[in-house]
């Protein structure tokens, strides 16, 4: 009797163990493909930005001015925007948001579209949510998606973009000469780890500024 309990005893305390090597295992895998999909997420978001910027230099080519709910035109008839992106409809949980703009889910699910910018027929922006939760944004997607579009001047210079927003973090050409919020000013120096640490905790979009030729 006793050799069985013994017996018992072992099996039961291989299978603990069998049990726990086995979840820390599906735990690793689950980590690395939450990291994986999220990265594949980010980058398709990143190539929906430069597609849509460049999608409205091209139809903005032959436009007088910039339509102010921007997203609409390049959705309706003309079907240009982004397959990458999941079109929602006619409302969003961010501010300031032009009227009639058609708003579409960017590929991490959060919303997306492009206007004009108040006071400036050559400038449109395209608005990047981070959060579903207005004040409760996920800082992780955030300093995955800033670095890979705004990560250093040469970024910035290639895209085209004038200037940008996000939390308290301004930078681009000046609020006089093209109507984008005040405090944005010449000549930022590209962003440090610390800033976008920072900036990344309250952000809940980001704005990027495009003029209609890069």
């Given at each position: ?36 999909n ?16 460049q ?43 032009n ?103 309250t ?12």
């Amino acid at each position: 009797m006793s050799r069985l309990r013994d017996q018992q005893g072992l099996t039961i305390l291989e299978l603990i163990i069998v049990l726990i090597v086995a979840g820390l295992i599906m735990a690793a895998v689950w980590i690395a493909y939450s990291s994986v999909n999220r990265n594949d997420r980010v980058t398709r978001t990143v190539s929906a930005i430069d597609k849509t910027a460049q999608a409205a230099r091209d139809y903005l080519a032959s436009q007088p001015t910039v339509p102010p709910a921007l997203s609409t035109n390049l959705y309706t008839p003309t079907d240009l925007m982004p397959s990458e992106l999941t079109f929602k409809g006619g409302t969003s949980i961010l501010s300031n948001v032009n009227a009639g703009t058609q708003v579409f889910r960017s590929p991490l699910g959060y919303d997306f579209f492009v206007q004009s910018v108040t006071g400036n027929t050559n400038i449109f922006e395209v608005r990047i949510g981070l959060t579903n939760i207005s004040g409760k944004p996920p800082g992780s997607i955030c300093l995955a998606l800033i670095p890979k579009l705004i990560g250093n001047m040469n970024m910035v210079n290639e895209r085209g973009i004038v200037g940008w927003q996000y939390s308290n973090l301004l930078s681009g050409t000046t609020a006089t000469t093209n109507g984008m919020p005040s405090g944005i000013s010449d000549g930022a120096a590209p962003l440090t780890s610390a800033q976008q640490q920072s900036a990344c905790a309250t952000a809940n979009d980001l704005h990027l500024y495009y003029s209609i030729r890069p």
